[in-house]
């Protein structure tokens, strides 16, 4: 047996030693390189695929062979060749695909390319679930490139700090050979064995190996260029949406491949066009030459182009080939283009996965993955790189090196951290030391000087001190966010400090401890942020933002267990003192609006005095099928398509540390994303709880709901946009409450020519509280989103028990809630 073994190796390595390298140039009848170009060896699963430019290179062992070389839209060229031990120069001319008419039959006036449609719409199914399993090597290459871009940028000068200063760039270049498992319906495994990236060693380059596949009704190409999906030129009712035109066939081993090109019927609709190649008699996909735009309902990308080749893997199975994707963006002076090409090698179409094969891993990069070699990467390489990227290898490696030096670090963080007046007002600044891994991060001046009625104008200054504790990459961190704040009118002085320890290597957790004297609102977890509230008191004499003053010691745990589980447990003191408005200065004249008290509104409850509160609270969080993206040492939650629970449980405790309050509460909270492809989506957030014990309960501690006056809408997902603030808190022992809206994401609105050219999308929903009588309340919505790509407008009608109260607009700024 060892013996036979030894012999076995020695031949193979005898072989190998033999074996030659075909290489080649694939070009079209004009001489013009044909990118991506598919070539096989007959027979078997032996191939390749050219680069961009058209070269291409293949290992084979000594012997007679046929070469096939094939193109979407080209005419199939064979060569037969023999190796013997030197290499060989091997070039492909293809001519572009004649087609002949011939005989068609055409009914009625139909176009026989319906006829060929529904025949391969009726074998969908069929070719769809063909296979129960397959596994295959993936090889990915991905590049994105600029081609001009503006010199500034709001307001900062564009620099890729490359001293490179032409409009060409590559700003992106990956490879990575995968191994990838499917399972029907949706199990999925990626287990990347290399991945490369230029400019970063130990960097994890893009795997992203799925299949789109046009026998499914709905391809869903990413939901960021449109969550509904895109329906298949042979999808179940596709006649609704395409119309089809004959084109002719050509001729390959001995069948017919129809060229039928494929036309949207109406514009704006999330629909395909180009061509496509269907064989016939089998009524299968040959390959795809196909495109989407901005009238597809795509956003973000100006154009998308999908290349897709089928080979035969066996008597009865095709499986695509290759795979490439051309996306393209114009956007506020950049022009972005780029290649992501897939190359499919070395099916097993009857895979034995064992029962615990597939998990809620699915995508792993395996340790040595990112530490492939040079002569490594010369061999694995399937085809052969561009100059360019070669360049570019060469050029960001350098870079890499130079960037190592810590005298170089820091050359760039004094460039970096320039002082900029325009950012310091509108986003704050970050000032680096990258050799020491630290950023210090100062807010907008904007959030510097506020104004309340309580503190009258309040300087506030804060920043975050960030700290790396990592010597590669890594998760351990600490952050530091020290703040003072003075009140000109009641003259107090606060002064807080939050410390945030991150740590762990497969999963993050942090650990955070925050102490001092600051100001909070009755309701802690309310989104009235100040600089709206400081609006608010200027312009139109309204402060609806309460606060009190407080004393407090924080500190908060959150454990992840992997699985979708995770733990978070939190203690807080407050020493609570009341505050009275000092300041009642406004640019409002109106004698029909006067300030407030700094007292909930709208309350019905007991008054606020000075007390102490020490609370502990635990939570659990669970997401079942929770999906993982693992690195070397540490994994990424990706989402799950199962809804989130999350329970917790608060105890007030009488007595430790002075504390007057005593009381138990628990809430449980429902949450889920759910797509409807073609139909929209629909969000939901679902919640129910109470006091088990409410001895003695304080206003901060009452089960609060986030309420809003405000024209600018509060999050649709958390609050009531009718709601006066603290209307409804209570002491109940059980309030539900929902939040649900669903988007239709393009649906209905693209038969509307002005919304569908404006790419305007409707969305509708309903918020609701359920309780005792008092705590009954309906909110029904419908508007308008996307309006500019971060605008929402609605319509919004309360319900109060019953009764039918007004009726308002909302408006939403992506990023931005009422405060």
Request: hydrophobic share 35%; charged share 20%.
């Amino acid at each position: 047996m060892k013996l036979s073994l030894l012999l076995l190796l020695s031949i193979f390595n005898f072989l190998s030693a033999f074996a030659g390298r075909i290489s080649g140039l694939v070009t079209n009848q004009d001489g013009q390189p044909l990118p991506f170009a598919s070539l096989t060896v007959k027979g078997t699963s032996i191939g390749t695929t050219a680069n961009s430019t058209g070269e291409f290179f293949l290992s084979v062992s000594p012997g007679t062979y046929t070469i096939i070389c094939q193109h979407v839209g080209y005419e199939r060229q064979e060569k037969k060749i023999t190796i013997i031990k030197d290499d060989l120069q091997l070039d492909f001319r293809l001519e572009k695909q004649e087609l002949t008419l011939g005989e068609v039959i055409v009914t009625q006036g139909e176009d026989p390319a319906y006829e060929i449609i529904r025949q391969a719409i009726r074998k969908r199914v069929f070719y769809r679930d063909q296979l129960s399993a397959f596994q295959c090597q993936v090889y990915t290459k991905g590049q994105l490139q600029l081609r001009d871009y503006p010199k500034k940028f709001m307001g900062q000068i564009v620099d890729f700090e490359d001293g490179d200063t032409s409009k060409n760039k590559m700003l992106y270049l990956s490879e990575t050979i995968a191994r990838y498992s499917y399972r029907r319906p949706d199990d999925v495994k990626i287990e990347v064995i290399s991945t490369k990236v230029s400019g970063q060693t130990g960097g994890f380059g893009l795997s992203a190996p799925h299949i789109f596949s046009f026998y499914d009704n709905n391809i869903n190409i990413g939901s960021g260029l449109n969550p509904r999906g895109f329906i298949s030129p042979i999808s179940e009712n596709a006649l609704n949406y395409y119309r089809y035109k004959y084109e002719g066939f050509f001729m390959e081993e001995g069948k017919q491949v129809f060229r039928i090109r494929i036309i949207p019927r109406r514009p704006y609709e999330p629909l395909f066009s180009g061509i496509m190649y269907i064989m016939d008699e089998d009524y299968r996909v040959h390959s795809v030459q196909l495109e989407l735009t901005k009238t597809s309902q795509m956003q973000i990308l100006d154009t998308l182009r999908i290349e897709q080749l089928y080979v035969p893997v066996s008597s009865e199975v095709w499986m695509v080939k290759s795979q490439v994707m051309y996306p393209s963006v114009k956007m506020l002076g950049f022009d972005g283009f780029g290649s992501f090409v897939n190359m499919y090698s070395d099916f097993d179409i009857d895979p034995d996965f064992g029962k615990k094969f597939f998990d809620n891993t699915i995508l792993k990069y395996t340790d040595s993955s990112n530490k492939q070699t040079l002569s490594y990467w010369e061999n694995a390489r399937p085809l052969p790189l561009q100059e360019e990227e070669i360049i570019d290898y060469r050029k960001k490696d350098s870079l890499e090196q130079v960037r190592a030096d810590p005298r170089y670090l820091d050359s760039i963080s004094r460039r970096r951290n320039k002082l900029n007046p325009i950012a310091m007002l509108i986003n704050g600044q970050s000032f680096t030391r990258e050799s020491k891994k630290r950023i210090i991060t100062i807010p907008n001046l904007l959030e510097l000087i506020k104004y309340n009625t309580v503190e009258g104008f309040v300087l506030n200054p804060q920043l975050t001190y960030y700290k790396s504790l990592d010597t590669g990459i890594g998760r351990k961190a600490i952050a530091i966010s020290p703040q003072i704040r003075y009140g000109f009118s009641n003259e107090h002085f606060n002064a807080s400090t939050k410390i945030t320890y991150t740590y762990g290597k497969k999963y993050a957790n942090n650990f955070s401890l925050s102490g001092g004297k600051d100001i909070y609102q009755f309701n802690n977890y309310s989104n009235q942020g100040e600089r709206g509230a400081t609006l608010s008191a200027l312009l139109f004499k309204h402060n609806r933002r309460k606060i009190y003053e407080a004393w407090y010691l924080r500190t908060d745990m959150l454990k992840v267990f992997g699985e979708g589980f995770s733990t978070g447990l939190s203690f807080q003191y407050q020493d609570r003192m009341p505050l009275e408005n000092t300041a009642f200065y406004s640019l409002s004249k109106s004698k029909d609006t006067t300030f407030t008290p700094n007292y909930p509104e709208n309350f019905d409850g007991p008054g606020f005095l000075a007390h102490q509160a020490s609370s502990v609270s635990f939570t659990v969080r669970w997401q079942p099928g929770n999906r993982y993206i693992e690195f070397p040492g540490r994994k990424i939650s990706i989402g799950s398509r199962y809804p989130a629970f999350m329970l917790t449980y608060t105890k007030g405790i009488k007595n430790f540390l002075g504390s007057d309050v005593d009381y138990d509460k628990w809430r449980l909270q429902i949450s889920d994303q759910v797509n409807l492809k073609l139909a929209g989506s629909l969000n939901y957030r679902f919640s129910t709880g109470g006091f088990l014990n409410a001895r003695n309960v304080q206003i901060p501690d009452y089960t609060h709901f986030i309420g809003n006056l405000s024209l600018l809408a509060t999050d649709y997902m958390t609050g009531f946009q009718l709601l006066p603030h603290y209307q409804k808190s209570n002491t109940d022992k059980l309030v539900s409450t929902l939040f649900a809206e669903y988007h239709l994401n393009g649906f209905l609105t693209n038969k509307i020519p002005v919304f569908r050219k404006l790419n305007w999308h409707f969305v509708t929903g309903v918020n609701a509280m359920y309780g005792s009588e008092k705590f009954r309340y309906t909110e029904v919505f419908v508007g308008i989103e996307n309006i500019l790509k971060i605008i929402r407008i609605d319509y919004v009608q309360g319900f109060d028990k019953g009764r039918t109260i007004h009726g308002e607009v909302r408006i939403g700024i992506l990023g931005i809630t009422t405060n």
